[in-house]
């Protein structure tokens, strides 16, 4: 079957402007989690879905940032006045379910560059 | 200093030889123990999953956990130029939803 997909694999956009990703996981699955990877800096947190809900949004960086999942399906992360530090790939997962650490399935990022 | 420590290398071997990659960690609550392998613009995939201390081994994949030293390691024997891509250590605390801590990744080049 289908993997996790995002949209778009590439945004360029300009210091300032909001801008929206989008990921799609895999039918069933019903834990969604989005990580931002920054050169060197390794895989960071940024939230956890379980179904609708984010029990952990604790790795958020700022206000500007914020996502939603709507029909325990579709995740949208939304950048508001994008910096050049949000610069990094932005990477989306979903495991079966949130718990026991189900394998976490990844899709292939979101490369934003900010100028 | 960081949770999860890795070397980012390069590092860079020939054909056929066996490859270790390593990790430490402060946490001692972690329990779970990951290895993912992500080639060049592409997502991480899951390559091996140990729970608590031991090896495991899958094919010429061998993962080897120590709590008491807070480090694990993966070795690849008969490393092949397909095994070329960034390796990176994960790791989680035991119960319930379990967030999970990436070290940075260490990039490994098979050479032919």
């Known amino acids: 079957g289908a993997g996790v997909s995002q949209s778009p694999s590439n945004k360029v956009t300009e210091k300032g402007k909001d801008v929206e990703l989008r990921c799609d996981p895999i039918?069933?699955?019903?834990?969604l989690y989005w990580y931002r990877q920054s050169l060197g800096q390794g895989l960071e947190f940024l939230i956890y879905f379980q179904g609708n809900s984010a029990p952990d949004k604790s790795g958020l960086p700022s206000d500007r940032f914020s996502a939603e999942r709507t029909g325990g399906s579709v995740s949208t992360l939304t950048i508001q006045r994008t910096q050049q530090e949000d610069s990094a790939v932005y990477l989306c997962?979903?495991?079966?379910?949130?718990?026991?650490?189900?394998?976490?399935?990844f899709g292939p990022g979101t490369r934003l560059t900010v100028l | 200093q960081k949770e999860v420590e890795q070397d980012p290398g390069p590092l860079s071997v020939p054909e056929g030889a066996i490859v270790s990659l390593n990790c430490t960690y402060s946490n001692s609550a972690f329990q779970y123990f990951m290895w993912y392998r992500q080639y060049s613009r592409k997502g991480p995939e899951l390559l091996m999953y140990t729970y608590s201390s031991g090896n495991k081994e899958d094919g010429r994949f061998t993962a080897q956990v120590d709590k008491s030293s807070k480090y694990i390691s993966l070795f690849i024997r008969d490393s092949q130029p397909s095994d070329s891509a960034t390796y990176l250590c994960?790791?989680?605390?035991?119960?319930?939803?379990?967030?999970?801590?990436f070290g940075t990744g260490t990039k490994l080049q098979v050479i032919p």
């Open positions: 039918s069933g699955h019903t834990a």
């Open positions: 997962a979903s495991s079966l379910s949130g718990t026991r650490n189900n394998e976490q399935f």
């Open positions: 994960a790791m989680s605390e035991s119960g319930g939803y379990q967030k999970v801590t």
